[in-house]
């Protein structure tokens, strides 16, 4: 996307060779909430408050699950948290949702198994995104559509407390399904892959919208208050407390990037590309480019190391972004998951455990036959989200025995 140069200079647009394929999970985030699922519009004229249950009880525990765990989340207690699309956690609060009839129930279970509190969607309505607001307050904010008066589907989002389930804001009006990443909202395509209609990016404080695309302005992504749009040829962030501009980098006449779908880097860093254009991973505090050609990327929670893969290379980046590791990696590996100072990256069928300050093989999985979990989502706290052949489950980090779950 950009040609590196020197620190204190700009990057400016460039050319590059190779695409990146689209996980099921940024399939599945593309089509959430769409108006193609008219089935699931509920006919009111006005935006919908859904009721919040408050729960505050553990999650059914599993006592002797039948898969392998990371040798790191053995002996804690595991939970099923019914969640049949892709979590996502935020300073040890996970937010899934599962299938309840015909809609989605959402909920949010914290690291020690808890069950905070739930809320219902529409099925289709699986795209949602957790964010923090100017005073810090963590949100889940959840898409909503409802029959307008002319009989098509209307989008509303809403903001919920993401330890107690209370409404902060909405729901307010939006264009379209949620389309990320953070709070960006757009009119689905007609066509799958398809472009979206004008992009709208929302203040996390009230739910206000706050940059909106144009012609000359487009919105690329939202992140915890910072919004990376292109300006004509320029790559610009600007702040959605209070639209002052932060950085500019100067650009040449170039399609405009785009956020790459199904990955989620870490706070404070994007990655963007330009149509077939490998990634460009970017801090957005400051613009400055942290790698090119990017294939996978992954943020350790707890010490803020990054693991990136370029080519058939990983390396390390500490929060600075300054490069401490590398080493070689096979060229269609998948980074699944990084935390707790250790990165797992899929190798074919099987899993390499590497340790995220060294870039070292370390020690991932006990030998045996029972199928690998695979860690998804894992928070600072040391509890985590854990792919299985059944669906995921919740490690939490309650020590086994010690818990209070059923």
């Known amino acids: 996307m950009w040609r590196s140069r ?10 590059a060779r190779s695409a990146v394929g689209l996980s099921l999970a940024g399939l599945l985030l593309l089509a959430a909430c769409s108006d193609t699922g008219q089935q699931d519009t509920e006919q009111q004229s006005e935006p919908i408050e859904r009721e919040v249950n408050v729960v505050e009880t553990p999650a059914p525990r599993i006592d002797d699950p039948e898969v392998r765990l990371p040798v790191q989340l053995q002996g804690l207690e595991v ?5 049949d699309t892709p979590a996502q956690q935020l300073d040890g609060i996970f937010v899934g949702a599962g299938e309840h009839g015909d809609r989605l129930l959402f909920s ?10 739930e809320v219902e969607r529409p ?9 923090r607001t100017s005073e810090d307050q963590t949100i889940a904010v959840l898409s909503d559509q409802h029959e307008g008066d002319d009989g098509l589907a209307e989008f509303s989002a809403s903001a919920y407390d993401l330890h107690t389930g209370g409404r902060l804001w909405g729901p307010v009006e939006v264009p379209g399904p949620h389309q990320g990443p953070g709070l960006v909202y757009a009119e689905p395509s007609a066509e799958p892959m398809g472009a979206t209609g004008p992009r709208v990016a929302l203040d996390a404080d009230t739910g206000e919208p706050v940059l909106d695309e144009t012609e000359e302005q487009q919105v690329i992504g939202e992140y915890h208050g910072t919004a990376v749009i292109s300006d004509g040829p320029d790559l610009v962030a600007v702040s959605t407390r209070d639209g002052d501009e932060l950085w500019r980098q100067d650009g040449e006449a170039e399609p405009t990037p785009r956020a790459v779908p199904g990955i989620e880097p870490g706070p404070g860093i994007a990655l963007l590309a330009q149509d077939e254009h490998p990634p460009t991973l970017i801090d957005v505090t400051d613009g400055q480019i ?10 350790d929670m707890s010490t803020g190391t990054r693991v990136v893969q370029v080519g058939e290379q990983l ?3 500490d929060p600075d972004g300054e490069q401490i590791w590398n080493r070689a990696a096979a060229p269609e590996s998948t ?26 093989t370390a020690v991932g999985f006990d ?23 059944d669906g995921s489950l919740l490690v939490t980090n309650v020590v086994t025995g010690e818990g209070q779950g059923p």
């Open 315 to 317: 390396h390390g980046y």
């Open 335 to 360: 980074i699944r998951g990084v935390g707790g100072v250790i990165g797992y990256v899929q190798e074919g069928s099987g899993l390499r455990a590497i340790n995220a300050l060294t870039g070292e």
């Open 108 to 117: 949010a279970i914290d690291s020690e198994g808890v069950i905070r509190w």
């Open 367 to 389: 030998e045996g036959d029972a199928d690998l979990a695979v860690p998804e989502a894992l928070a600072a706290q040391g509890s985590g989200v854990v792919l299985t052949a």
């Open 123 to 131: 099925a289709s309505c699986i795209g949602f995104t957790l964010a």
């Open 6 to 15: 020197p620190t204190g200079t700009r990057p400016r647009f460039g050319t």
């Open 290 to 299: 942290i790698a090119e050609d990017v294939h996978d990327v992954s943020t």
């Open 79 to 83: 939970v099923d948290p019914g969640w």
